[in-house]
């Protein structure tokens, strides 16, 4: 293992609110390099780009990184395909597909996350027909617990592969994950400003989430929405203004200047806003990949519930507004499509995301989850992984009908934890 890199301290998460361990850090430069690795491993975690919240990629013991690995991209254009490294991010991804006239099936508001991590934790974007990153994977490459290789695909592995793409990191390193793609089409994102609270109602937040092709809403828990960010994937047939929202919309004006989802900051690092059309990487996502954007030291917490339920669930959760705004920069509501992956929170059904983004007061925060779960509860609601929660490990089990068959794969895969931490083992169980 010439070429691996040993660090002796992981370091924190990009907002500084998460330390991973003690380490070491590891930091192969080849598969077989990494192999080695694992191959002698008592205990091993893998490190994406750390963007997530809670510990789920925390370790008592060592960890590895891929970022010193070669960042593959190879595109095939007659397959529709691209076959990534897993630590690569989606914007230089979805930049090289983009340059082949392709794109990917999806992105989340940060381009700047792993394709191995994001997809991993359940990462998504929003969209009423938009799954979660993960679902767009077709093979997945990867190192097994004996640092055998290992390679899974839709095709041939039917019978498992929902409980692989999306697995916590619990069942080896990801080295490649290849990704179906889509042609290529310009974009466009407006966003319009104060939709007044007499129009967030069922009706009224059905209409605003279904009104563009990505939809995001950002409000402050006071039966207002501030902002409402969408992005259509456009029609070059059509007339670029027919297929976005008009500039009055549901008592909203479209604002005439760029904005952040935390207006006190600049928006320069936000994608473009004007509706003119361009490529989705400069759309889709919120954010720039010339920037990392960040309110400081944050907290994000996530709950997942069935689209259906995004009105009564925020009106459920309105009831504690007083005690959310003070620690609160800000909360989005989102859209994701049903999937068939084993522990996504999106399984089987389309769901509304309610998001939080915390200022990093993590007692207070904490002290105050139990309250929005339990107003929550009602709607089953699903943690994302790579948040900060509070919810009964028994209860997030409860969520997941396909959770036996995962732990039966993991048993298989991994009889001897070695990929665990004690984030996933109080969650998922022995």
């Not at 934790?121 to 990867?142: I, K, P």
Request: glycine share 8%; hydrophobic share 40%; aromatic share 6%.
């Amino acid at each position: 293992m010439a070429g691996t890199q040993h660090l002796a301290d992981p370091g924190v998460s990009w907002s500084g609110t998460v330390a991973y361990g003690p380490g070491p850090l590891h930091a192969p430069a080849s598969v077989p390099e990494l192999q080695a690795l694992v191959a002698g491993a008592f205990r091993i975690r893998a490190l994406g780009t750390r963007h997530s919240f809670s510990t789920i990629a925390a370790s008592d013991g060592p960890l590895v990184t891929l970022q010193a690995m070669p960042a593959d991209i190879e595109v095939d254009t007659v397959a529709r395909t691209v076959r990534v490294a897993a630590g690569v991010r989606y914007g230089e991804v979805a930049r090289a597909v983009e340059a082949q006239g392709l794109a990917l099936a999806n992105m989340g508001s940060l381009p700047h996350i792993s394709e191995g991590g994001a997809g991993s934790t359940g990462t998504h974007g929003s969209g009423d027909d938009l799954a979660v990153l993960a679902a767009s994977v077709r093979a997945v490459e990867m190192v097994g617990a004996e640092g055998d290789l290992v390679r899974l695909t839709r095709e041939d592995d039917p019978e498992v592969f929902g409980g692989v793409v999306l697995s916590l990191g619990v069942l080896g390193v990801f080295t490649h994950l290849t990704l179906d793609l889509e042609p290529a089409a310009d974009w466009a994102q407006v966003v319009h400003r104060d939709v007044p609270a007499a129009e967030v109602t069922a009706e009224g937040l059905d209409a605003l989430l279904g009104g563009a092709t990505s939809v995001s809403l950002f409000h402050r828990w006071d039966g207002r929405i501030d902002q409402v960010w969408s992005k259509q994937r456009l029609d070059p047939d059509r007339e670029v203004a027919a297929q976005l929202p008009p500039v009055i919309w549901h008592g909203a004006r479209r604002s005439p200047d760029p904005v952040h989802p935390l207006p006190e900051l600049s928006a320069d690092s936000c994608t473009d806003q004007s509706g003119t059309p361009g490529p989705f990487v400069e759309r889709l996502p919120h954010f720039r990949m010339e920037f990392t954007p960040s309110a400081g030291e944050e907290i994000q917490s996530e709950y997942l519930v069935a689209r259906g339920d995004v009105a009564a669930a925020l009106a459920a959760v309105s009831e504690l507004g007083k005690r959310i705004r003070p620690l609160l920069y800000a909360s989005e509501l989102r859209t994701v499509a049903a999937d068939e992956l084993w522990l996504s929170p999106a399984h089987g059904r389309t769901s509304a995301c309610v998001h939080f983004t915390w200022r990093s007061r993590p007692a207070e925060v904490k002290a105050l989850l139990p309250a929005i779960e339990e107003r929550l509860a009602l709607f089953a609601p699903r943690p994302h992984w790579g948040k900060v929660f509070t919810t009964d490990p028994t209860e997030v089990r409860s969520q997941y009908p396909r959770l036996e068959n995962f732990r039966t794969l993991r048993d298989r895969l991994d009889p001897d934890r070695v990929f665990a931490n004690a984030f996933v083992d109080r969650l998922l169980g022995d």
